[in-house]
């Protein structure tokens, strides 16, 4: 079994998982009531939580499971918090070589992508293999606090970026928009309250849609048109409008995700080249078996097998059920990180060192691994 330690961020979070079973059990001390006084994370105030909180929840982990049952540790080494990182990767070392048992490190970011197939292993876990292949190649959408990314899984579970924001994330603008608006923090949870009694077609906000013909993200023009729309409100027009607002501020954020995922998936798969904008060139493998004479290079390109959402704002209904429809178009099937799962939590780092380990996107380094804080989700 492989016990997982994640500390990236203000999550102290240790989780085991059983291949043959799946998660069997996870364990999390939540940091956000201790930040939540400042306005956001405070680097120093967490690393030293995650010091005091490793202790007892690896403590009620090796309660249910033995320490003989751990064969592999894995910690996340990046990307996030440098002092919180080395949290969880020096402590996962500590029990490395006190048990005998290899450490690796594992990406957050692509921890998150593999997150919606969580589920997938845990309802049958001796068919994941086939059943994962039949599902690949994948588009993920990545969607949190600090990313917004546009992603495949090839039929290696090779990971290829294929676009991300320019500015802000979703969940940032998310954020940020209800801090205009006078809303507590996380925003994200926030604005898709007051948004479900508002109107979406009241305010007219850009369409957060760098460019037409791109798959890249942009946030930052749409908040501050909200900021000119509130300048123009009195406080009490703006209380009582705060529904409609939000209503049409969240789908113009969403709009875009939705529009550029559609736009993804209709293009099909890319992956595996170095610039995925342009399409790989090869010649047909059975030049007798196709239509096209051999001398003709076709583009390396099928389509997508399922499209999956993962990350803080996957917590949305609306958006849940708008990239439902985008995936039901193309027929395939969508899958989504459960809640557990979309935030930060160990559960997803186990997975992703067992799920990815013959993907190349596990660091083996060993006893001599380090932190990556700016570590990308794929290079
Ligand atoms: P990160 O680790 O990058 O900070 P998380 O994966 O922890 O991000 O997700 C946090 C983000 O998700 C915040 O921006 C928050 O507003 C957003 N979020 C959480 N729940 C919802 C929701 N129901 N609707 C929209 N956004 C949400
Ligand atoms: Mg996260």
Known sequence: ?????????????????????GLVGEWVHSQIALHEAYGGVVPDLASR????????????????VPAEKISKLAATNGPGLAA???????????????????????????AHAFSPF??????????????????????????????TALFSIDGARRITLLASTMDDAAGEALDKGAKLMGLGYPGGPQVEKLAATGNAATFEFP????????????????????????????PAEIEQRKTDLC????????NALVRKSGLALERGFVGGADRPDEPTLQEPAHPADHGPPSSVLRPLSSEYRSFGLSGGVANNKTLQAELAKVAQGQNIPFLRAQPQHTGDNAGMIAFAAWAEREAGGINEAGMGLGIAPSLPLAN
């Open 49 to 64: 939580e995650h010091l005091s909180h490793f202790g007892p929840l690896l403590q009620r982990a090796l309660a249910a």
């Open 247 to 254: 209503a049409s501020y969240q789908a113009a954020v969403f």
């Open 84 to 110: 919180c990182l080395a949290m969880g990767l020096s402590t996962a070392k500590s029990l490395g070589l006190a048990w005998g048992v290899p450490v690796v490190g594992v990406n957050h970011l692509r």
């Open 207 to 234: 369409k957060a849609v760098a460019q037409r013909s791109s798959l890249e993200f942009s946030f930052s023009g749409l908040k501050t048109s909200l900021r000119y729309q509130l300048e123009k409100m009195a």
């Open 118 to 147: 969580i589920a997938l292993h845990a309802a049958n876990p001796a068919a994941f293999d086939a059943e994962f292949a039949k599902l690949l190649p994948h588009l993920g959408l990545l969607v949190s606090g600090g990313n």
């Open 1 to 21: 079994m492989i016990l997982a330690l994640e500390s990236s961020c203000d999550e102290t979070a240790v989780a085991v998982f059983d291949p043959a079973r």
